[in-house]
């Protein structure tokens, strides 16, 4: 048996937190309060998008690229999900 960590991203603005959070099909989604901005093949792709300021109107109704978010997923924090306890190889 085995033990699966599954990890999402954080970055908190002065407007509040940017969440990456993973879907049950690999992707990633981009919330911002609790609206879903977008779907990511990968989190790297979704913080690149969140720091270029490519998701439209978002709830915080300012320019992202203003907030100093940075596109490098190592400097987001990152936090356990789910724990998957009892998986078979």
Same mark, same amino acid.
């Given at each position: 048996?085995? =033990?699966?960590t #599954?990890?999402?991203y954080k ?8 969440s990456? #959070?993973p =879907? ?7 919330? #911002? =309060? ?9 989190? =790297?792709?979704?913080a690149?998008?969140v720091?270029g300021?490519? @998701? ?7 320019d ?8 490098? @997923?190592g ?15």
């Open positions: 048996m085995s =033990e699966r #599954i990890y999402y970055w908190t603005t002065r407007l509040g937190p940017i990456l #959070i =879907e049950p099909n690999g992707r990633y989604k981009v919330m #911002i =309060e609790d609206e879903c901005m977008g779907s990511y093949h990968s989190p =790297e792709a979704a690149e998008d720091a300021d490519h @998701l439209g109107s978002t709830p915080f109704n300012v992202l690229d203003r907030l100093g978010i940075s596109g490098d @997923l400097d987001w924090s990152r936090l356990v999900f789910a724990k998957i306890t009892g998986m078979r190889r």
